[in-house]
């Protein structure tokens, strides 16, 4: 499993300086992640490479490499379950969770399309007072793509 981290991301959860791995095998187990401030709260945004399915979840309590995976693989199972997924999080996602990898961020078309994605987060949860959770099935009903041309 691969989640590629913003130099943000990285820089809270102390990591060294990373390199650029290649796309994961298994596209479900490749993830985007950046770090930003709305309102004086930090969130996390999470997104799959392959398919920009994405979801948000609150950065405040993760220092660490070890605290990042376990708050994000709970949350990614806990989302998926509720978003009718369980299925995927339990036969391609856990199973690769034991060998994890960080990279560098390095495709720009995603890195574009999160930060829409957090645009639209955070417009969503001044303006309608979302939570982070709803904000994720929200931001999931956005028609979404990335051009490889």
């Known amino acids: 499993m691969i989640f590629r981290l913003t ?3 990285a820089k809270k959860i102390k990591m060294p ?7 994961a095998n298994n596209p479900f187990t490749d993830w985007a992640t950046h770090l930003f401030t709305h309102e004086r709260a930090q969130y996390i945004m999470v997104t799959n490479t392959a398919s920009l399915y994405s979801f948000l979840m609150y950065g405040r309590g993760i220092t660490d490499d070890n605290e990042f995976i376990k708050s994000t693989l709970n949350f990614m199972g806990d989302f998926l379950k509720s978003d ?3 299925f995927i999080f339990r036969r391609l996602i856990a199973p690769n969770a034991g060998q994890i990898s960080f990279s560098k961020t390095d ?15 955070k417009y969503l949860m001044t303006h309608r007072e979302l939570s982070p959770f ?3 099935i929200q ?11």
């Open 107 to 121: 495709n720009r078309k995603v890195t574009g399309s999160v930060n829409e994605l957090i645009q639209e987060a």
């Open 134 to 136: 709803d904000v994720s």
């Open 17 to 23: 300086p990373l390199t650029t791995l290649p796309p």
């Open 139 to 149: 931001i999931n009903d956005t028609i979404m793509s990335i051009h490889f041309i």
């Open 7 to 9: 130099s943000k991301m």
């Open 84 to 86: 009718g997924y369980e």
